[in-house]
Nanobody
C-alpha cells in the first residue's frame, strides 16, 4: 500500500503562485509514475500533469503547459506542482496520484493510489 498526502493549497489572488507538495509513504518502491489532477465542482477529475519517476519525462495538459511545473525529490518520496501566475479558472481541488505501472500517465484510470486533495482557490 501507498499513502499520499498533499499540502500547499490555499487562497491567492489572480497572478499569485502556489507550490503543492505530495509526500508518499508506504511501499513507495512500487511506484513508477505520479501525477497531479484537479477537479472542478460538478466535473470529472482531469489531469494537470504527470512524471515518470527517476528522472523520466513529464507531461502536461495543454492549458497549463509552459505555466505549471512538476518536479520530484526521490530522497523525500515527493513530487511538487509549481503553479505561478494563477488564474481564477485554476480554482479546483487538486489531487496527487501514484501508479505502479502506466504508459498513459495523463489518464486518471492509470492510477492505483490517490491522496485526499488540497483546495486551491484563486480570486480575480
Amino acid at each position: 500500500q501507498v499513502q499520499l498526502v498533499e499540502s500547499g493549497g490555499g487562497s491567492v489572488q489572480a497572478g499569485g503562485s502556489l507550490r503543492l507538495s505530495c509526500a508518499a509513504s508506504g511501499y513507495t518502491s512500487s511506484i513508477k509514475t505520479m501525477g497531479w489532477f484537479r477537479q472542478f465542482p460538478g466535473s470529472a477529475r482531469e489531469a494537470v500533469g504527470c512524471v515518470y519517476l527517476g528522472g523520466g519525462s513529464t507531461f502536461y495538459r495543454n492549458s497549463v503547459k509552459g505555466r505549471f511545473t512538476i518536479s520530484e525529490d526521490n530522497a523525500k518520496n515527493a513530487i511538487y506542482l509549481q503553479m505561478p501566475i494563477l488564474q481564477a479558472e485554476d480554482t479546483a481541488m487538486y489531487y496527487c496520484a501514484a501508479a505502479v505501472f502506466t504508459d498513459t500517465c495523463l489518464s486518471s484510470r492509470a492510477y492505483d493510489y490517490w491522496g485526499q486533495g488540497t483546495q486551491v482557490t484563486v480570486s480575480s
